[in-house]
Nanobody, 126 residues
Framework: QLQLVESGGGLVQPGGSLRLSCAASGFTLDYYAIGWFRQAPGKEREGVSCINRSSGVTIYADSVKGRFTISRDNAKNTVYLQMNSLEPEDTAVYFC???????????????????WGQGTQVTVSS
């Protein structure tokens, strides 16, 4: 059974940091592009960042550029999202998703992704 599991969410003060993990089971992430998405209450799902298979392409939403870093460790079958300088506006449920894409760049469009995790809550508040 193909499964993605996010972890690392929680409550953090503005200016703080969190590292989210997205672990795959039932399949290897080697040939998959991975995207991180978030959805705040009453808002549409937003593509935060993505990374292609080789880690040669990473794309970020303007709202997180310079603060978030996506990376992957294929040996551990895990993708990470390092989030620094967190702001209250970053509060949302964060999801990771996988798209089979052996070549080419990744996409921040949720329509590209077939496999999704259950999400992890990130709350930025003082």
């Amino acid at each position: 059974q193909l499964q993605l599991v996010e972890s690392g969410g929680g409550l953090v003060q503005p200016g703080g940091s969190l590292r989210l993990s997205c672990a795959a089971s039932g399949f290897t992430l080697d040939y998959y592009a991975i995207g991180w998405f978030r959805q705040a209450p009453g808002k549409e799902r937003e593509g935060v960042s993505c990374i292609n298979r080789s880690s040669g392409v990473t794309i970020y939403a303007d709202s997180v550029k310079g603060r978030f870093t996506i990376s992957r460790d294929n040996a551990k079958n895990t993708v990470y999202l390092q989030m620094n300088s967190l702001e209250p506006e970053d509060t949302a449920v964060y999801f990771c998703a996988a798209e089979f894409r052996p070549y080419g760049p990744c996409s921040r469009s949720s329509e590209s992704y077939a496999y999704w995790g259950q999400g992890t809550q990130v709350t930025v508040s003082s």
